[in-house]
Antibody, heavy 115, light 106 residues
Framework: EVQLVESGGGLVQPGGSLRLSCATS????????MTWVRQAPGKGLEWVAS????????YYVDSVNGRFAIARDNAKNSFYLQMNSLRVDDAAVYYC?????????WGQGTLVTVS | IQMTQSPSSLSASIGDSVTITCRAS??????LAWYQQRPGKAPKLLIY???NLDSGVPSRFIGSGSGTEFTLTIGSLQPDDFATYYC?????????FGQGTKVEVK
């Protein structure tokens, strides 16, 4: 069974930092692109960032580029989202998901509150 | 690329057939996916590449279209189908989603 478990969300002040983690099991992690998608309260879905299987390619939505950094540790079957200079409009549930183009497995989400 | 879904919400009964439309601001060829999201839950992939059902997705979900106009049809609504549906293009970065269509019980 594929499982993705996010952690690291919480309350942070504007300008602060958080590091989200996504631990995976049940997949050959090192062969998957991995992705973060977020959903502001009561709003729709927004793709945030994706990272290639070996970490050599990374893509970001413009609104987070330069503030967020996606990374992975294939030895730990985990990947991360370092979020710096957080803004009020970054507040959302952050989901980790598998694959690059469309996303076939999702975690349960972790809530980030910026206030 | 901006994705626009219509309607934003609809009411239907068990057994009804419903159709959701997704329009792209420019062509996305057939690089389109559909997701279902139940309240408080993560999205679930239903369809990728316009018309391909993900594993385990019932055949009453049918996707079609190309270019800038796409549809998701749910034939014979079941209780589990009352949810919000999103389209997503993956033709051009940044990948973008529609605003969602909420399917409610009439």
């Amino acid at each position: 069974e594929v499982q993705l478990v996010e952690s690291g969300g919480g309350l942070v002040q504007p300008g602060g930092s958080l590091r989200l983690s996504c631990a995976t099991s049940g997949i050959a992690f090192s062969t998957y692109w991995m992705t973060w998608v977020r959903q502001a309260p009561g709003k729709g879905l927004e793709w945030v960032a994706s990272i290639k299987e070996d970490g050599s390619d990374k893509y970001y939505v413009d609104s987070v580029n330069g503030r967020f950094a996606i990374a992975r540790d294939n030895a730990k079957n985990s990947f991360y989202l370092q979020m710096n200079s957080l803004r009020v409009d970054d507040a959302a549930v952050y989901y980790c998901a598998t694959r690059r183009y469309y996303f076939d497995h999702w975690g349960q989400g972790t809530l980030v509150t910026v206030s | 690329i901006q994705m626009t879904q219509s309607p934003s919400s609809l009411s239907a009964s068990i057994g009804d057939s419903v159709t959701i439309t997704c329009r792209a601001s420019q062509t996305v060829s057939t690089w389109l996916a559909w997701y279902q999201q139940r309240p408080g839950k993560a999205p679930k992939l239903l369809i990728y590449r316009t018309s391909n059902l993900d594993s385990g997705v019932p055949s009453r979900f049918i996707g079609s279209g190309s270019g800038t106009e796409f549809t998701l049809t749910i034939g014979s609504l079941q209780p589990d189908d009352f949810a919000t549906y999103y389209c997503q293009q993956f033709e051009t970065l940044p990948w973008t989603f529609g605003q969602g269509t909420k399917v409610e019980v009439k």
